[in-house]
Structure formats: C-alpha cells, structure tokens
C-alpha cells in the first residue's frame, strides 16, 4: 500500500473516530444537564455506600498502595481507623493496614466524594443526593467545622476526635430527620441562585449555604424540636459558610456519574487528587485512572505562612469544576480573586478560557458578569488536547504538619488528558 493510501486510511479512520466521539459527547452531556439532583438524606457510610464495610476507609485520589500514602493523608487514613475503632494506637492501625487487615480504597469507586484527604469511614455520616430522573447517587461527608485543626486537613487529636462525635451522634442524625420530613431538597437551584449571588460553588459557598440553611431551618425545628442539640445544629449551619460545599460535591459526583460508561466519550467525569497526583476519568473509559503529578498550586496563604509550610493531601472538590463549576465558574465570584485570580479581569479571562475546553454552557447555571451566559460544561479531553489548555481550579491548601492554610488556584496537568484520548482511540481502532 503507498504511503498516500496509507495516509488516506489513517485521515479516514481519524474521521470515524471523531464522528463516534461528537454523538457519545451528545449523549453523556445530556445525561449530566437532564439531571435533577435531591439531597434526600444524611446516613452512615456503611448504610449508604454499596460495597462499604467496617473494615473500609476511603480516601482521595487515584488508588495507591498504603505504603505509598505519606504526609498528612496517611494521618488521616490513621486517625480514621482510630476514630472507627477498628485500632487502638496508630501503631496497630499501621500494622492492620500493611496487613490488609484495614482496607484503604478510593471514595470514587464507591460513588463518594472527599475534601481534601477525603477520610471516609463506616460510621461518618454521608450526604445523600440523587438523581431523580436517572437514580444516580453521589454522596460526601459532612462538613467538619471551620476550625484550622481538621482530620480532612490531617489533622487528628482529641478536639477533632470530639468535633467528628458531635457530627455523627448529633448533626448527622438532625439532618436526616429533617430532610426525611421535607422530602428532600433539589440543589440546582439552590446552585443557581448562588452563583447569581457570587458563589463558586467551590472556594465560596456563602451564598449557597445560606439558601440551605433558609430552606432548611425550618424543618430541623419541626423534625427535631427545640432543644439544646437543635440550636447547636442551627448555629452551626448558620456560622460555617463552607458547609454547602460537600452538598455540591455530592451534586457533582451524581450528575457526573449519568454519564459514566458512554463508549467512545472522552467527556471527563471526574478529577481527583492524592497527596501524590492528579488523575481524571473520562465517559469513555469507564473506571480506569489517568495520572500525572501534581503541579504547584498558586496560592495565597494566611498571615505567617509560606508555601514550604504547606503540602498537598488530596482533594476530589474538584468534582465541582467537573460539572461546570469552581474555577470554572471563576467570573461568578469576584471576591475570591485575590485568592484564585490576582484580579477580577484575570477571572473573567479563565471562564472564558473554560468554553474553549467544554462541549456546552448550562442552560440554568448562569454567571451574570457575562450577560447571564450559561457555565462552561462538559470538559471534553479532546478539546484539552487539542487546544492545550487544561482546566482551572479553585481549592485550598493544607499546612505540611496538618491544617488549613489559605487556598488558591490549581492548573491542571495535559498528560492525563493526552493519555485518556490516547486509550479511546486504542478502544475505538
């Protein structure tokens, strides 16, 4: 065969092979924008999770080895098997880990989300949201409080100890009754509202968290009564601002799992952190990784912190740039600007940068500094690729010996987006 016919076979099949993937990017697009998200409970892991066990901690990112885990992901991971009983010093927890004994494994395979270290274990109260068209779930734990100590920062001790008590002997538990009395609460919505109000959905959530709290206050009294323990629930969903945060992380993880397992997709349906690399997955790939290592995050850090202080442990909020938020959504919240964009004008340049890298813009997701024009959404790989652009995010940064420390904005690595369209290809030819 001459090298024109040759050329000509290659041009032919290339076509195919884009043809093939502009209708998957159809149908895995608008299964996420035909989602309708409910937040329908708050119950323990072990309850929600299918194929959760006692002996199970999940964590973020990409799956690892437990040896591999260091930093304070691993102190997390520790001080999750301390909190669950499964140990009782973190010498033993180490040994029932490199045993096997305790299971490490990744909150995505279990349709889970997780902040930063992203610890989750069998008794920890999720958030439940589901689609109500498609019956896809994803789930998140509550968020712990805005204190710098925070075992998803990697931190445990005895204060955190108590603060992870409180939550699922008594936040969990009035949140449940609650929401069980309403029926649930739909979050697109309340997303929507949100961002109209200067929301990220992602670095801010005051906006968003008071909506909730607005729509939900109500029925905490009604399911709960007015006791000592339903103000203390009131309080803190009135102070923390960040709480709807893992709201519309379990959001994300729904509507992005609708379009999990589209052949020839090379939509992206999730983005991950460990404390060792960023990885994504895409429609068309189903459940495999595609990894790279973590580039800097440019932060802003709190007064007396500096990036030798800090350290990465892991993160999935990235789910929220997944569906067309966070830095994604950068134009809708210009008061993070001195943390995620060094100006207004710079945050408005990465949305924009976005569309180039999506297959659409959300039909009721709206960012009102572009006349009302819908979020970017539906990163496509192959637009990464071929554009050389990669998707931007907002999140925070986390202190090396534990905590938080400021946060800032995140580039995301090329070579996990080349890898994937690579692998669609390969299953394509």
């Known amino acids: 065969m001459t090298d024109t016919r040759l050329e000509q076979k290659a041009e032919a099949m290339q076509d195919i092979l884009s043809d093939r993937r502009i209708h998957a990017n159809a149908a895995a697009v608008n299964a996420m924008l035909q989602a309708d998200p409910v937040l329908i409970d708050v119950t323990p892991a072990l309850d929600a999770l299918p194929g959760m066990t006692r002996h199970t901690i999940l964590?973020?990112?990409?799956?690892?080895?437990?040896?591999?885990?260091?930093?304070?992901?691993?102190?997390?991971?520790?001080?999750a098997a301390l909190f669950e009983g499964l140990?009782?010093?973190?010498?033993?927890?180490?040994?029932?880990?490199?045993?096997?004994?305790?299971?490490?494994?990744?909150c995505h395979d279990y349709g889970c989300v997780g902040s930063l270290t992203g610890v989750t274990t069998a008794s920890m109260p999720v958030l439940v949201v589901e689609d109500s068209m498609s019956g896809s779930r994803g789930h998140c734990v509550l968020y712990e409080g805005s204190a710098r100590e925070r075992l998803t920062y990697g931190v445990w001790n005895e204060a955190v100890h108590q603060q992870l008590t409180w939550i699922k002997d008594v936040l969990g538990p009035a949140l449940s009754a609650a929401l069980r009395r309403t029926g649930g609460l739909h979050t697109s919505p309340i997303i929507r509202r949100a961002l109209g109000m200067g929301d990220d959905l992602h670095s801010r959530n005051t906006a968003a968290t008071a909506v909730f709290f607005e729509q939900i206050y109500e029925s905490v009294l009604e399911a709960n009564g007015f006791t000592a323990a339903t103000r203390d629930v009131l309080n803190f969903l009135s102070r923390n601002d960040l709480f709807f945060l893992h709201v519309a992380m379990a959001t994300g993880k729904s509507i992005a799992t609708t379009a999990s397992n589209t052949p020839h997709s090379s939509i992206v349906t999730a983005m991950a952190l460990s404390g060792k690399e960023f990885a994504i997955r895409t429609a068309g790939t189903g459940q495999r990784w595609f990894r790279a290592p973590i580039p800097t995050l440019q932060a802003k850090y709190f007064d007396g912190i500096t990036a030798e202080d800090t350290a990465y442990m892991g993160g999935e909020s990235l789910i929220t740039e997944t569906v067309g938020l966070g830095g994604l959504s950068a134009a809708a919240a210009f008061s993070l600007q001195d943390y995620s964009g060094g100006s207004a004008q710079n945050m408005v340049e990465t949305t924009e940068a976005m569309y180039g890298i999506t297959h659409t813009e959300h039909p009721q997701w709206k960012i009102p500094y572009l006349g009302f024009r819908g979020v970017p959404f539906g990163i496509d790989a192959a637009r990464v690729v071929s554009t050389a652009i990669t998707p931007r995010i907002h999140m925070g940064a986390a202190l090396r010996e534990g905590g938080h420390a400021g946060a800032g904005l995140l580039i995301a690595p090329i070579e996990p987006f080349r890898e994937a369209i690579a692998a669609l290809a390969l299953s394509a030819a």
Do not use: F
């Open 59 to 79: 964590t973020s990112g990409a799956p690892l080895p437990w040896p591999v885990y260091e930093g304070g992901q691993r102190r997390a991971i520790l001080g």
């Open 87 to 106: 140990a009782n010093s973190v010498e033993e927890a180490d040994a029932l880990l490199h045993a096997g004994e305790i299971l490490v494994r990744p």
